[in-house]
T-cell receptor, first 114, second 115 residues
Framework: GDSVTQMEGPVTLSEEAFLTINCTYT??????LFWYVQYPGEGLQLLLK?????DKGSNKGFEATYRKETTSFHLEKGSVQVSDSAVYFC?????????????FGKGTTLSVSS | SAVISQKPSRDICQRGTSLTIQCQVD?????MFWYRQQPGQSLTLIAT?????????ESGFVIDKFPISRPNLTFSTLTVSNMSPEDSSIYLC????????????FGAGTRLSVL
């Protein structure tokens, strides 16, 4: 079945460092890809998405490009802030099947220090 | 975007009791889902809440343990029945935005501890 693999955490960075969180997927169909963020004590928030190959999702300085050839959707940010400390989840859903639930990776914890 | 409210936000329960979690959406959503997030783990889909009919459960989850209702398009409940410490988790509901295909919005979750 479909699956998502994320890099293991935790990731610990200093403020203004460059961030990459790797995400690869396995899917039989044509997935839409998502990054969700979970701040301490809160639910999940959609960070960005991409629905087809070569699409780039971006939000709050974060970017991810849908790479069909490498089945990847890596999350990047050029300069992280302490407020970015959270758990980041990569997820997919089948783009051609409306109403399907999300399949999540295991999550990557990011800790940014000042 | 849809705003999803869940309550209670947290609870501490005794073994053998049941807890019902409510999920309210501020706009109509086509689908609603219930997920479980065990400590330090990712989200696992429990079931899809279907309006006016029985929920569709994922492998490993059964209606007797997790009865779900969805009486209308904007409201759903999940009951965790006959609880044990293994049920200690965060339970989240989500709604699929009817205007934005395949985008799900999540409630803040219910943090359940079973003693």
């Amino acid at each position: 079945g479909d699956s998502v693999t994320q890099m293991e955490g935790p990731v610990t960075l200093s403020e203004e460092a460059f961030l990459t969180i790797n995400c690869t997927y396995t899917a039989t169909g044509y997935p839409s890809l998502f990054w969700y963020v979970q701040y301490p004590g809160e639910g999940l928030q959609l960070l960005l998405k991409a629905t087809k190959a070569d699409d780039k999702g971006s939000n709050k300085g974060f970017e991810a490009t849908y790479r069909k050839e490498t089945t990847s959707f890596h999350l990047e940010k050029g300069s992280v802030q302490v407020s970015d400390s959270a758990v980041y989840f990569c997820a997919l859903s089948d783009r051609n099947q409306a109403g399907t639930a999300l399949i999540f990776g295991k999550g990557t914890t990011l800790s940014v220090s000042s | 975007s849809a705003v999803i409210s869940q309550k209670p936000s947290r609870d501490i329960c005794q073994r053998g009791t049941s807890l019902t979690i409510q999920c309210q959406v501020d706009s109509q959503v086509t689908m609603m889902f219930w997920y479980r997030q065990q400590p330090g783990q990712s989200l696992t889909l429990i079931a899809t809440a279907n309006q006016g009919s029985e929920a569709t459960y994922e492998s490993g989850f059964v209606i007797d343990k997790f009865p779900i209702s969805r009486p209308n398009l904007t409201f759903s409940t999940l009951t965790v029945s006959n609880m044990s410490p293994e049920d200690s988790s965060i339970y989240l509901c989500s709604g699929l935005d009817s205007l934005a295909k395949n985008i799900q919005y999540f409630g803040a979750g219910t943090r359940l501890s079973v003693l």
